[in-house]
């Protein structure tokens, strides 16, 4: 089965591609197909994950599969949050986004964050019974970061028990505890249901 992936984020692809992988699905980004990404325009992330399935879905005529996720601090409103990986400007990179956030939080010392992960898989564009199976991966926010493997704010998020930031986690291992491997793993239960 080939999906298309709902992102031109080369980390969400090599992840997600990873967690795929024992179904045999191949994921391609929809970025390969010069697909444009779709407007995020709603408040939630199950919203936006629903819309973005379905713009790739339309324009690749393929089965899609969208991710919208984020880091939620409710120190700061919930923020990041939707705005996640545009949290610095519509431009912004990692390093941007982890400064506003570290510029943002002040004094605190460690405050409760959690990611948060929405995915969506639909057969079609117009597929009336969407698979979405979400995930929440709870941990705290250092000043600093630490680790250089992950993305966005696998540097700063420490990972609670592991002593360590999800950046400097092994791939296999944040996989497994990641708000988007939990999710994963919903979605991949739902779909082995109906293979």
Known sequence: MKLILASGNAGKLAELRRLLEPLGIDLES??????APAAETRSTFVENALDKARHASRESGLPALADDSGLVVPMLGGAPGIRSARYAGDDADDDANNAKLIAALGDAREPAAHFYC???????????????????????ILGEPRGDGGFGYDPLFLVPGAGCTAAELPAAEKNRLSHRGQAMAMLLESLRAEV
């Open 30 to 35: 929809q970025a390969a197909l010069g697909i």
């Open 118 to 140: 929405a995915l969506v898989l639909l057969r079609h564009p117009e597929d009336p019974a969407p698979l979405v199976a979400t995930g929440r991966w709870d941990g705290r």
